[in-house]
């Protein structure tokens, strides 16, 4: 019963076959072998994008850090909301990387454009005393399990073009927005104004890689230069290609988040039903909830393992409402999820 993080879960096997195939005799490095040319057009043919340039690094700080610093001057201020990955769990990487600082936009899980607008507004006015205004960045699956529509993006897009700035995707759950919105790459990306994305695959299967598309080649070149001064340019990088090789073929991308989604439809359903309370609608493959401490206790010496949010487990109040964290990922087992739900189930039914 492991819903603590979608980083926690295995290999896919599909990608562990194509890791040893990758690993019989010799290629080039730093990624010039056969499977990158594969893993470049793959994604250029998804993203409809047949300029874009595609470049893979090992984990979602780097991809979000080095597109943002490809992006931003030192001078510069980076768009983001206080729930933001970049803000909350990157440990200063973009602020290190850029040399920007970043102005959070003021909301609850979703960035606005009217509060966008306003925080625009409240920056870049101060000629050379102040930052000025940089890419705006949003996270798509949020950090709150939650989903931009098309219609929030265009319209984010819109609003960022409209001041002449750059619009940063990180997408470390993209797979898992997609299929729950019914969406193409494209639409999701460079056709609502998003000029780089972040397109995640560790929390998706993979052991650990991650794609930047910039969609506007004439990037490339720096991002190349960053890549390296940073240290995430691998020299056997045949093993982050082959992982993402294997990552797009057959749809493996899709078919793990469908199975990520779907089980957490169910574990979502199963604790509606049960009475728990829900801190967001859950839309992907994240779950925010609240239950009693008492069941949360025991769900948890049966074995269950998941983020209490920065809750005390021991208290006086049983009945006191605590705020959790549910993750799942493609492997989750059928059986312990049922197990869990009967859990709460019994622990949340009123005493006879």
Not at 22 to 31: F, K, L, R, S, V
Not at 143 to 153: K, Q, R, S
Not at 190 to 205: I, R
Not at 239 to 258: I, K, P
Request: glycine content about 8%; hydrophobic content about 40%; charged content about 25%.
């Amino acid at each position: 019963m492991f819903f603590a993080s979608d980083n926690s879960g295995p290999v896919h096997p599909e990608v562990l076959q194509v890791l040893a195939e990758a690993n019989q005799g010799y290629q080039m490095g730093y990624g010039a072998d056969d499977l990158m040319d594969e893993v470049r057009d793959r994604i250029r043919t998804l993203f409809e994008a047949p300029e874009a340039a595609v470049y893979l690094v090992i984990n979602g700080t780097s991809a979000n850090a080095l597109a943002l610093a490809t992006l931003a001057d030192p001078w510069d201020t980076v768009f983001c909301t206080p729930v933001s990955h970049i803000h909350r769990d990157e440990c200063n990487a973009p602020e290190f990387y850029t040399g920007a600082k970043l102005t959070l936009v003021q909301g609850d899980d979703k960035m606005t454009p009217e509060a966008l607008c306003a925080a625009i507004e409240a920056e870049g006015n101060r000629g050379v005393h102040g930052p000025q205004r940089g890419p705006v960045s949003i996270t798509q699956v949020t950090e709150c399990g939650t989903l931009y529509t098309l219609e929030d993006i265009r319209a984010l897009g819109d609003m960022a073009r409209g001041y002449g700035l750059p619009f940063h995707l990180d997408g470390a759950r993209f797979a898992n927005a997609l299929v729950a919105l019914g969406c193409s790459p494209a639409e999701m990306t460079w056709k609502a104004g998003v000029d780089v994305v972040s397109f995640g695959g560790t929390k998706n299967g993979l052991m650990g890689v991650e794609a930047v598309i910039l969609f506007d080649p004439a990037k490339a070149r720096e991002f190349e230069l960053r890549r390296k001064r940073g240290g995430h340019l691998l020299s056997k990088h045949r093993y982050l290609s082959a992982q993402m090789a294997a990552y797009l073929r057959d749809d493996l991308w899709l078919r793990s988040a469908r199975m990520a989604n779907d089980t957490c439809n169910r574990l979502a359903g199963g604790l509606r039903a049960a009475g728990a309370m829900f801190m967001y609608e859950p839309q992907a493959n994240m779950i925010f909830a609240r239950l009693p401490r008492r069941v949360h206790r025991n769900l948890i010496a049966a074995g269950a393992v998941y983020h209490m949010e920065g809750e005390e487990l021991e208290g006086p109040d049983e009945d006191a409402m605590l705020r959790c964290r549910l993750v799942c990922d493609w492997s989750q087992p059928e059986a312990e999820v049922t197990r869990f739900l009967d859990l709460v189930t019994e622990q949340m039914a009123p005493a006879a």
